[in-house]
């Protein structure tokens, strides 16, 4: 036997389950960084709804219906993607991204800490709050109300900063006088405020169990070889008088009977708790009896592996991201940063059309001036408000132009030109009926 067989042959001694150690750091960084991103989004001009064009910001960009490669691109890429998520990891979303499961276990943490271990705030058993003794404090009442009421009141702003400019949302944070801040942005806020205030403080995880829509959305595109926890039975006898896994559920779930459409989110407590429960342990040998795994076992108990697993079962979607993400690149390369058309202007004089509206719309978040031209018409017979318009930001404007009654009676053809500073152009076509003087 050589030297390499004999080494092979050797049995490994495993003292931690692969990556637990890493598992809680891991996950709380990520769960920072979703709130650190939630917020960058709509201070980036990355996506953030705006409710003056009563349209939708990406890339910094105006983008309407019309803009239909960029609408359906996008949707498809992201609907696409977080299906092949969900059939991959289930509900790790809720786990290690959710904002609403990061604010409750913050508030969980907090309570614990200042008010003892079983100071749950709302328990659908009907048991009242059971405070400890030696921390019934007014300090620590105090604490944990402020505790509480600053995490709302930053939560509060992440849903504004979709729906306003980030410099009304500034001014609303320094009081300052703004003409985009309308009086009632105050009362949102503070309503925004008191419910998430209600949610950290009372709500928490009870959402999560049988309010969230979004976890059941998530749950219909589990299956078997979705990542799931794996308890190793053959060692059962361990848990004869433990209980540890169970605690350090925050779902109040049994971790080793865990089933595919139960309300796990993958976030890995239980894992962490039973790894460090054997690695601190004298009596229990071995690694800790839990561990993610994904992939479904066949009829000879083999398992296929993550990455077969995902290629079988996420063909269909990442050929949908695939395609999204090319309808949404030709609608960037094709976005067309102003539009413009041509009335009739609403100033009929009797009967006769003698007036034009041409309706200007710059798209793009940053100043530009576009300047009109008329061609196929003498420039003595119309009058033009203005040559040229200038655009402090994404908006619309009107210019108006007139021709003159004195035009000989007749069918006219024109052509309104405009070009953008920023390298736009556009034409557009009128055909006029002079009545006649
Ligand atoms: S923590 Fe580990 S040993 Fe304890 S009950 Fe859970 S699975 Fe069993
Ligand atoms: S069973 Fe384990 S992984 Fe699932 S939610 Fe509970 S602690 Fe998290």
């Known amino acids: 036997m050589s030297a390499n067989e004999a080494l092979k042959n050797i049995p490994i001694q495993q003292e931690h389950v692969a990556g637990a150690g890493a598992l809680h750091p891991a996950r709380r960084t990520v769960q920072y960084l979703t709130l650190l991103i939630l917020i960058l989004i709509p201070l980036s001009g990355l996506f953030r709804f705006d409710m003056e064009a009563g349209g939708v910001v990406l890339l910094d960009r105006q983008v309407w219906f019309s803009d239909i490669f960029i609408v359906m691109g996008f949707w498809v890429f992201i609907a696409s993607l ?61 604490l944990l109300g402020l505790g509480l009421l600053l995490p709302s009141m930053l939560y509060a702003l992440i849903p504004l900063l979709y729906f306003f400019p980030p410099s009304a949302i500034w001014s609303l944070v320094t009081f300052t006088k703004d003409p985009q801040l309308a009086g009632s942005l105050y009362w949102i806020y503070m309503v925004c405020v008191a419910l998430f205030l209600l949610d950290i403080a009372v709500i928490r995880h009870l959402m999560c169990k049988y309010m969230c829509i979004y976890r059941v959305w998530q749950h219909s595109f589990k299956t078997r070889e979705t990542l799931h926890i794996h308890y190793d039975e053959q060692r059962s006898d361990h848990c004869e008088t433990c209980h540890y896994c169970v605690d350090s559920c925050f779902l109040d779930i049994d971790p080793r009977q865990t089933e595919v459409f139960d309300s796990c989110v993958n976030c890995g407590e239980c894992v962490v708790a039973c790894d460090e429960l054997h690695s601190k342990s004298k009596k229990l040998a071995g690694p800790g009896l839990l561990s993610f795994v994904m992939g479904a076992e066949n009829r000879h108990g083999e398992n296929r592996g993550s990455v077969a697993s995902f290629f079988s079962r996420a063909k269909a979607s990442s050929m949908a991201t695939v395609l999204g993400g090319i309808l949404f690149v030709i609608g960037i390369v094709g976005y067309q940063s102003d539009e413009f058309s041509v009335y009739r202007s609403e100033a009929w004089q009797g009967a006769k059309v003698l007036d034009y509206r041409i309706n200007m719309a710059h798209k793009l978040y940053h100043p530009t001036n576009v300047s009109f031209r008329i061609e196929g018409l003498n420039p003595d017979v119309y009058q033009l408000e203005k040559n040229t318009v200038h655009f402090v930001t994404a908006g619309r404007q009107d210019v108006k132009l007139h021709i003159n009654e004195s035009l000989p009676k007749g069918l006219y053809r024109f052509r309104v030109f405009a070009k953008a500073d920023d390298g736009w152009s556009g034409v557009f076509n009128v055909t006029h009926f002079a009545p006649g003087g």
Do not use: H, I
């Open 82 to 142: 977080l299906v092949m998520m969900y059939s991959l990891v289930g509900s790790v979303f809720c786990g290690w991204m959710c904002p609403q499961n990061t604010a409750s276990e913050y508030a969980n943490m907090l309570t614990y800490k200042l008010l003892g271990r079983r100071a749950d705030m709302m328990n659908m058993s009907g048991e009242k709050m059971q405070v400890a003794v030696r921390r019934k404090s007014m300090l620590n009442y105090l």
